[in-house]
């Protein structure tokens, strides 16, 4: 039998439309592009060209030979990883190895024990700790860390509340939620106030979808959240 034809893909550029990005929105999570070395100062990826493009950038190429050369990007220095696990987590780290056949299966659940023993969040140094302990690369850890909203990789306020920005919460009202959380603690997601009593995160479906809409404060979750519930939770949280 003969195949049904296939047409060609459109030429002339991408028909979707773009919307433009917003500066002021963090990059959603599991999208950083560098890691360590964009953090270090290196340029983020550049996908590669091609067609008419690819001369564009060929042409551009000969034109950058000639020009005065840009200082290098610093060298990217790897972190150093913490002495890891401390004095008050080798017990409890090692029943959560002795669950599973390999070591680095303990990873999620060691993350945890982690994030709250230091201070919150997960640092770089923290994340080479653990990648040595486990056996696994340091980017194993931070593909790991980065994937999944409950690892934070910056440090946090006392209170941080994420509220769910997929479907079900967001046809259910979670831009309220947000905008709610914004005129109360005049933070965008992504930001922690100075005094770090609030960070204010979008995250992804929480799991709570028939309730929704969901958010968590720390480790409590909420369901069913209208704005003037919200009002009343942050107005409890010293
Ligand atoms: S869509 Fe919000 S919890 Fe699933």
């Not at 296939?6 to 550029?13: C, E, I, L, Q, R």
């Not at 972190?79 to 303990?106: H, N, S």
């Not at 979008?202 to 979750?221: I, K, S």
Request: glycine share 10%.
């Amino acid at each position: 039998m003969t195949p049904p034809a296939v047409s060609p893909p459109p030429t002339g550029g991408d028909p979707r439309p773009r919307e433009p990005r917003d500066a002021n929105q963090p990059p959603a999570r599991g999208t950083r592009g560098g890691g360590y070395a964009e953090a270090a100062g290196a340029p983020a990826g550049v996908a590669p060209a091609s067609g008419p493009a690819k001369a564009a950038t060929a042409a551009g190429a000969a034109a950058a030979a000639t020009a005065p050369r840009k200082t290098p990007a610093p060298a990217v220095v790897p972190p150093t990883p913490v002495p890891f696990p401390p004095d008050d987590l080798k017990a409890a780290c090692e029943a959560l190895i002795a669950r599973y056949p390999q070591r680095a299966a303990a990873l999620i659940p060691i993350l945890h024990l982690a994030q709250k023993r230091f201070d919150g969040w997960i640092s770089p140094e923290v994340e080479a700790g653990v990648a040595q302990y486990l056996g696994v690369s340091d980017q194993h850890v931070r593909g790991v860390v980065t994937f999944y909203t409950m690892f934070n990789t910056k440090p946090v306020g006392r209170h941080h509340v994420q509220v769910c920005r997929t479907l079900s919460c967001w046809l259910r009202g979670a831009g309220e939620l947000t905008r709610c959380l914004e005129r109360k603690t005049g933070l965008r997601p992504g930001q922690t106030d100075e005094a770090r009593r609030f960070t204010v995160s979008e995250v992804e479906c929480l799991g709570l979808c028939e309730v929704a809409p969901a958010l968590f404060v720390n480790e409590d979750a909420h369901v069913n959240v209208t704005p003037e519930g919200l009002e009343k939770l942050l107005d409890g949280l010293k």
